[in-house]
């Protein structure tokens, strides 16, 4: 991909602005204005992180040597036929959105000589149902799993992997459990780094200063993508493509920043604090359920960075058009104003599927013939769009070229960008979770983890085993 013109997605906000929406309803010249020296404070804050090795998001599509992540694929592509991804919170969602986005669509479900690699799992619960059936869906085939954890303590990946680790040694012997094994972690602590150490076992390394809901463009989220026939590369290009974009200090030449300041403005100025993302291509569904985590776990804050309460954060969902619009868009529609859409639309489809001209004499269904699906799925985005923009309803737009490599990692780095503006805007911490370690201290604590006796009192009573 090197040196190849990465085509580049856009954002248009106008649709967020009273002049499109009519007055009192979406932003005005002065909340522009007035946010203007917070933004630029902000940005001077990112640019010090980022000199100080704190934030490495914009760094990591270049000064990553993906090496490592491309032998391990390769020599998994070989030899499995299917690989197993244990992991949760960031740790999971980032490869599902890779391969839902570009692998071809019921990947699993192709013939061997079809896919470019082996079937991919991602389990990110520990639910017994689903794990059972997988374990059960497994059985006489050459599996490899690839535990992701950035801390290695995480209880639901820990006891997946405890399970998975007693039955594959069992099965293949020590040896052969070297091949099938690969580790996702911190690069010096935690126990998964510990285990590797000790047992031999392939370990590939998460950047200690990238977090879990940030970390799709290292390993744990690479490793997968390679390994199902993803063109790492392309994505990585155009990650970085869309870094030196979201390095800008002027919002309206940093993407980022546009689209962080004006989600930002629509919540603190307007109230519009429910942020839906609905793209209108399949393969973009889950990449709509990786931005809902990315931007509640980052956003959602009790304090401030000095410590006030302020319990901050938009609430994200992921919608899919246009199937949602039977379904959610109702409520945008007609509900309260609390809501800002985000459309993701894609400029060309991979195949095209014409609608015959077939009931002709049928004047509902006559006009639908000579179309194809397609453009069908493009005009019922269009005609949502502008259905929200006439009842006043606050939206943007993001058009991506097509849903491949080089787009979709524009993509993923424009909102991890954004995400980090917009946690400074709220002047919140971004890159961390107190809420989310509470709830794991909690578990270990109920569970009888050493040392976490004093977090097992806490949970009352009534809330616990019954048994
Ligand atoms: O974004 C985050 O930091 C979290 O969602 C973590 O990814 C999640 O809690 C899992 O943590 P770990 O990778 O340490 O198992």
């Given at each position: ?7 580049p997605i ?10 499109s929406?009519?007055?009192g ?9 007035r ?34 992540v491309?032998?391990v ?53 520990v639910?017994?149902?689903?794990f ?10 050459e599996?490899?799993v ?8 995480t209880?639901?990946?820990m ?39 000790e ?5 590939l ?25 993803i ?20 919002p309206v ?26 793209p209108?291509?399949?393969g ?22 000095s ?6 954060g ?22 309260p104003?609390?809501k800002?859409v985000?459309?993701?639309?894609v400029e ?10 077939v009931f ?5 269904l006559?006009y ?7 453009r ?26 097509a849903?491949?490599?080089?787009s979709?990692g ?18 919140v ?8 370690e ?16 004093d ?13």
């Amino acid at each position: 991909m090197a040196g190849n013109k990465i085509a580049p997605i856009r954002l248009d906000v106008r649709h967020m602005f009273a002049a499109s929406l009519g007055r009192g309803l979406g932003l005005s010249a002065g909340h522009l204005e007035r946010i203007k020296p917070l933004a630029a404070t902000v940005h001077d804050d990112l640019v010090r992180q980022r000199r100080r090795g704190e934030l490495l998001i914009h760094r990591l599509p270049q000064q990553q040597d993906t090496g490592p992540v491309k032998r391990v694929a390769r020599r998994l592509r070989r030899t499995v036929q299917d690989l197993v991804v244990l992991g949760i919170g960031g740790s999971a969602p980032g490869a599902v959105a890779l391969q839902t986005a570009l692998c071809p669509p019921f990947y699993n479900l192709l013939p061997d000589a079809k896919r470019k690699g082996p079937r991919l799992f991602v389990m990110d619960n520990v639910d017994p149902d689903t794990f059972a059936a997988l374990l059960d869906l497994l059985r006489g085939r050459e599996v490899a799993v690839n535990v992701i954890s950035k801390s290695g303590g995480t209880a639901e990946t820990m006891a997946q992997f405890m399970v998975v680790y007693h039955r594959l040694k069992r099965q293949l012997g020590p040896d052969k459990l070297r091949e099938r094994l690969i580790l996702t972690t911190d690069p010096s602590s935690g126990n998964l780094r510990r285990i590797a150490q000790e047992e031999g076992l392939t370990a590939l390394d998460v950047p200690p200063a990238v977090g879990g809901r940030y970390s799709v463009l290292t390993p744990v989220g690479l490793l997968p993508a390679a390994t199902v026939g993803i063109d790492i590369d392309a994505l990585l290009s155009g990650a970085g493509a869309m870094a030196r974009r979201c390095s800008k200090a002027d919002p309206v030449a940093n993407p980022a920043y546009a689209l962080g300041a004006a989600l930002h403005l629509a919540d603190a100025a307007l109230g519009r604090r429910v942020h839906v993302l609905m793209p209108y291509a399949d393969g973009l569904r889950q990449f709509a359920a990786w931005y809902a985590q990315l931007w509640a776990e980052s956003l959602g804050k009790r304090y401030d960075r000095s410590g006030r309460e302020v319990n901050v954060g938009p609430t994200p969902v992921a919608a899919l058009g246009a199937t949602d619009q039977h379904s959610q868009l109702q409520l945008y529609m007609e509900g309260p104003l609390d809501k800002v859409v985000m459309f993701m639309f894609v400029e060309s489809f991979r195949r095209k599927v014409a609608i015959p001209k077939v009931f002709r004499a049928i004047d509902g269904l006559s006009y639908l013939g000579g179309h194809d699906l397609g453009r069908l799925l493009q005009a019922e985005g269009f005609a949502t769009r502008a259905a929200l923009t006439q009842a006043g309803r606050m939206n943007l737009t993001i058009t991506l070229p097509a849903v491949d490599a080089p787009s979709v990692g524009q993509a993923l780095m424009l909102f991890e960008a954004a995400t980090v503006f917009a946690g400074g805007l709220y002047a919140v911490n971004p890159l961390d979770q107190p809420g989310v370690e509470l709830s794991k201290k909690l578990t270990y604590g109920l569970l009888g983890r050493p040392g976490f006796e004093d977090y097992a009192a806490r949970v009352p009573t009534d809330m616990r085993f019954k048994n």
